[in-house]
């Protein structure tokens, strides 16, 4: 009894430290704005109104950052895993000459040592200089070049647990080493390859530093530069925030919920004997 | 399909894993390649399979040079140690993977591989996936899945070494038959020399890399090429005692054995334990020995003896009985004897 009650004890202490931020947004998105700065607020008791959402999403373009966040996230993710799934694949299964392989590895990673804002300047130039600016391509190439590296560490790792006899078996059954990753390996890594998209897709959706740098533009502002574009010189629109910030967070989890099944669905079991 | 190595050498790094080897196998032929762990025995089948980059040499499939053919384009089927079962598929579709990358239409497929399960017995099976079936179950599968198509040759990499002693020797017969009535050439790997010489029309012995003897079972077990293979086929393993030749007599200690040869200062002579009779009596002529240790098999009994510095098995009926340490006599079939030259081991 005893022991139960500190494990929920914990549980909840947990989900409420999780979840408060998460409830005072969804609050705040509902009130009108006179109850915003109410004290004491009003925790439940309030008349809830859509008028933030009507705000954001009709009076302002929040509809179309979320669209372009949409894109930006949706084709920056699928980019980064067909190209770090297939690097990551070469690193794993070849031996490259001069122990190529390891150190292609390690400069890959390296290129993640280093803070994000020191990239921003020569990125923007680079933009500039190819006319990309304001345009969701450039922060679908930075995105993709920014995930990379983690698809390719990600993705080596599960293909490493992978049995080679199985990629053996299909070469000699008459498929290509192509064919071989997408029928035989690639269903045996999907749980990988889930966890992972999950993960590009939340740091793409989120990133803030290069949507603020390379897009000032309604048509190609996505949706977190869009939130934080509400807190002015002359005032903070904290329902507007809200609102769009509520909207914002379902599209991750409705996918991370998606995904469920294959994060922990078990890797290669009764593929060799043990 | 006829199979053609010539001059074959693998090497990693410095190690030469394959050295040299040379090897036809006709068509039809159930070769075996035997020999100890790190013998090269695998890496030439991975060669052959092109899972392997051969470093120098030719390897030719019906006089067709494949060095330089991916393993997808080698038509070949291969059984793994570890059955390589791709485990998210049903055994259904692990049978049919071959017949799907090659595009075949699916009724063709599925009528396939209902052939092969109700030829190996797993038509109960196809449902499942790998994961629920015994390892038994799961070799029938892996050997379903090689013979599903027609290959120009079957390569088997140790197929039966995962199972328990029963069904070794139950799978091991109904290789045997599956081959006969299919008739594809076969190369198969192993480290029991009981599977080679059951399976075998001939038996490929290597060490080292190097082959060392290439021929019938029967002959690999009479006229063995060099110590190695005398030693390594058979068992028990077939007796060594260093000696010399002197007036038409083997001499060794107090063993004498006739023998119809030149004198010689150094050799070795090998004897299998069956040429070796056990008596409790003195005989005339026999060898004087000592009883090491018995080991009743049920059928037979192997006795262990001590000659003097010399330790030797013998084979005797089911029904010998010695003490540890008592006295025994010897004969030895003097014309069963094999020579061998002490320092190359080879056969003289």
């Known amino acids: 009894m005893k022991h139960g009650f500190l ?94 392989d390891r150190r292609l590895s390690l400069w890959i990673l390296s290129t993640r040592m280093f803070p994000a804002i020191v990239t921003a300047v020569p990125l923007f130039l680079m933009m500039r200089d190819l006319t990309l600016l304001d345009t969701k391509a450039s922060l679908i190439i930075v995105y993709t070049s920014f995930n ?94 809200s609102a769009a910030g509520a909207v914002a967070i379902v599209p991750i989890l409705v996918f991370a919920m998606a995904m469920q099944k294959y994060l922990v669905r078990g890797l290669s079991l009764g593929a060799v004997k043990e | 399909m006829g199979i053609r190595f010539q001059n074959v050498t693998k090497a990693f790094g410095n190690t030469r894993v394959v050295n040299d080897l040379s090897l036809e196998i006709a068509d039809g032929e159930f070769v075996v390649l035997l020999g100890p762990s790190g013998c090269g025995k695998t890496t030439t089948l991975r060669m052959l399979a092109g899972l392997e980059i051969v470093t120098t040499g030719d390897i030719y499939i019906d006089e067709e040079r494949i060095n330089d053919v991916q393993t997808q384009h080698r038509d070949l089927a291969m059984v793994f140690q570890s059955y390589a079962l791709y485990p998210h598929m049903t055994i259904a579709e692990n049978i049919a993977y071959p017949l799907r990358v090659r595009k075949l239409d699916k009724q063709e497929r599925t009528k396939r591989v209902n052939e092969v399960a109700r030829m190996l017995e797993i038509e109960a099976l196809l449902d499942r996936k790998p994961r629920q079936l015994s390892g038994g179950e799961r070799q029938r599968v892996a050997l379903a899945r090689a013979i599903v198509r027609e290959p120009r040759a079957y390569l088997m990499d140790e197929p039966l070494s995962n199972l328990d002693a029963r069904l070794r020797v139950q799978m091991r017969g109904e290789l045997k038959r599956l081959q006969h009535q299919l008739g594809t050439t076969t190369i198969y790997v192993t480290h029991d020399q009981a599977e080679a010489m059951t399976l075998a029309t001939r038996v490929a012995v290597m060490k080292h890399g190097r082959l060392q003897q290439f021929d019938t079972p029967l002959n690999i077990y009479n006229h063995p090429a060099n110590r190695f293979v005398a030693e390594f086929v058979g068992s028990p393993s077939m007796n060594f005692i260093d000696g010399k030749i002197d007036g038409g007599v083997f001499v060794s200690e107090s063993i004498r054995i006739p023998a119809d040869r030149e004198d010689a200062t150094q050799l070795t002579i090998g004897i299998r334990p069956e040429h070796i009779s056990v008596f409790t009596r003195p005989q005339n002529g026999a060898i004087p020995a000592t009883v090491y240790v018995t080991e009743l098999m049920g059928n037979e009994t192997f006795v262990f003896l001590s000659v003097g510095n010399n330790r030797l098995i013998a084979r005797a009926p089911a029904d010998f009985r010695a003490e540890v340490e008592s006295p025994v006599w010897l004969q030895i079939e003097s014309d069963k004897a094999h020579f061998f030259d002490t320092q190359t081991g080879l056969s003289i």
């Open chain 1, 7 to 100: 494990k929920y004890g914990f549980l909840v202490v947990a989900l409420v430290a999780a979840l408060a931020p998460v409830y005072w947004m969804f609050t705040i998105s509902l009130k009108s704005e006179v109850d915003h700065f109410a004290f004491p607020p009003p925790w439940f008791t309030f008349t809830p109104t859509l008028e933030h959402y009507y705000d954001a999403f009709v009076t302002r373009s929040f509809g179309q950052y979320l669209i372009t966040s949409a894109i930006v996230a949706v084709v920056s993710t699928l980019f980064a895993l067909v190209l770090g799934t297939l690097a990551a694949y070469a690193l794993a299964r070849f031996r490259l000459p001069y122990d190529l």
């Open chain 1, 148 to 241: 990379l590296p983690f698809v390719v560490w990600m993705m080596r790792g599960f293909f490493d647990e992978v049995p080679r006899d199985l990629e053996e078996a299909a070469l000699v059954d008459g498929d290509s080493r192509l064919g071989a990753l997408v029928r035989v390996v690639l269903p045996l890594v999907a749980p990988g390859l889930a966890a992972t998209a999950v993960f590009c897709l939340i740091v793409s959706w989120n990133e803030f530093l290069f949507a603020l740098v390379l897009t000032q533009t309604d048509a190609s502002m996505t949706l977190p530069v869009g939130i934080a574009g509400r807190v002015t010189q002359y005032e903070i629109k904290w329902g507007v925030m």
